[in-house]
């Protein structure tokens, strides 16, 4: 009997990570009918990723709010889960990471006593305030979770900690998979963006976390600055959040200086090409922090806890929080050197891009069990 598989997500990070579950089970339609169902927590952002991997969403559930608080966008994720379940029959359901639609989306699915299947699981930074909510929503999918698919040994180690060592498997991290998911004509176009940037003097920065928003972003911008103009032959480049906490203070503090650029969030193809040709990244991005090692590019990581230690531990990040003189310290460390000498080149530790094969090979066995 073919399966009905509800992957239920919300953000831009969600639909990338998904997008190559979504298409390896979409390969196999004898065994799996999969529905895709966007909360839209963030509308833009998420539907406008999913089609560059020409995915469409059979549901779209329209959350998102302006200024949302948590409890809010809760409860409406919630309410308009429980009809996606009344109407349709599911066999299990799919979450990726730790956003409030991966909270609701296996909270519903368990109301429900449908077999939650969480991706990205056991990640850990071990503080439930860094990042928040992200730290304790993913702590409390793993509970309700039937099957973890953990991308690295440490997030498995995470697991077992808590007492989850049942039905865990290691299979790498989806955005690895994703990199390649994108076709070379989207790509080519993407690399025209940066035609007339010299590539060899490029930074690229995001930053987007709640736990930055206040006076951890005004250093943080501050850093920024000093270091445009101590380098003024090096661009930065910044993809700006469409959060009003984040927007409007990085235009108030950085839009007159002539070698910052800021834009609107980079489509992803586009930020993949930015990221590639980047000398340093300077992000708070959980995601960047697991696909910038496979282009071989060091990164600062503006927070001070990550649950990603496995590139720390590999030498492709450091921590340097919202730290004013570690950020300046890290980066004119890099800065002052010739690009080819920064590369750091070793193995990408979130995986081979090989993770939604597995997940697809554990899922079989799952049904067949
Ligand atoms: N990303 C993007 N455009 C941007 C900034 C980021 O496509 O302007 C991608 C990035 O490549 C990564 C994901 O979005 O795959 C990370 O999203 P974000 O930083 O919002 O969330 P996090 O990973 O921290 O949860």
Not at 111 to 118: A, E
Not at 338 to 365: C, L, M, Q, V, W
Request: glycine letters at 4%.
């Amino acid at each position: 009997m073919v399966k009905n598989i509800l992957v239920v997500f919300g953000t831009r990070p969600e639909a990338i990570k998904l997008a190559p579950v979504i298409l390896e089970l979409k390969k196999y339609p004898n065994l799996y009918n999969v529905i895709v169902c966007n909360t839209e927590q963030q509308k833009e952002l998420s539907n406008q990723t999913l089609e560059f991997f020409d995915i469409q969403a059979d549901i779209k559930l329209d959350c998102m709010r302006e200024n949302q608080k948590l409890v809010d966008i809760q409860s409406r994720i919630m309410l308009k889960l429980q009809d996606v379940f009344n109407d349709n029959t599911i066999h299990a359901t799919i979450v990726q990471g730790d956003t409030m639609s991966v909270f609701c989306g296996a909270l519903v699915s368990f109301y429900n006593k449908i077999p939650v299947f969480h991706i990205e699981a056991g990640l850990r930074s071990n503080d439930i305030f860094e990042p928040f909510p992200e730290e304790a929503i993913r702590a409390m999918v793993s509970k309700i979770t039937t099957l973890h698919f953990a991308p690295t040994n440490d997030a498995v180690q995470a697991l077992k900690k808590e007492g989850i060592d049942k039905n865990v498997f290691m299979v790498g991290n989806t955005s690895i998979d994703a990199l390649a998911c994108l076709s070379d004509e989207i790509m080519q176009k993407s690399d025209k963006f940066l035609e007339n940037i010299d590539k060899e003097k490029l930074v690229l920065a995001t930053i987007h976390r709640r736990e930055n928003h206040g006076d951890r972003l005004e250093v943080i911008c501050k850093a920024i600055k000093d270091l445009a103009n101590k380098f003024k032959d090096h661009s930065f480049l910044i993809p700006v959040h469409p959060n009003p906490n984040v927007k409007n203070k990085i235009y108030e503090e950085l839009s007159s200086i002539s070698n910052v650029m800021l834009t609107n969030p980079l489509e992803y193809p586009m930020l993949i090409s930015v990221m590639k040709n980047s000398k340093l990244i300077l992000t708070d991005s959980g995601g960047i922090q697991e696909e910038a090692p496979s282009f071989n590019v060091p990164i600062l990581v503006l927070r001070y806890e990550t649950e990603r230690i496995e590139g720390v531990n590999a030498g492709f990040s450091k921590l340097v929080g919202a730290d004013y003189n570690k950020i300046i310290s890290e980066a004119t460390n890099i800065l002052d050197k010739h690009k080819k000498d920064t590369r750091i080149i070793k193995e990408n530790p979130y995986g081979s891009g090989n993770a939604s094969i597995y997940i697809k090979d554990y899922i079989d066995i799952f049904f067949k069990r």
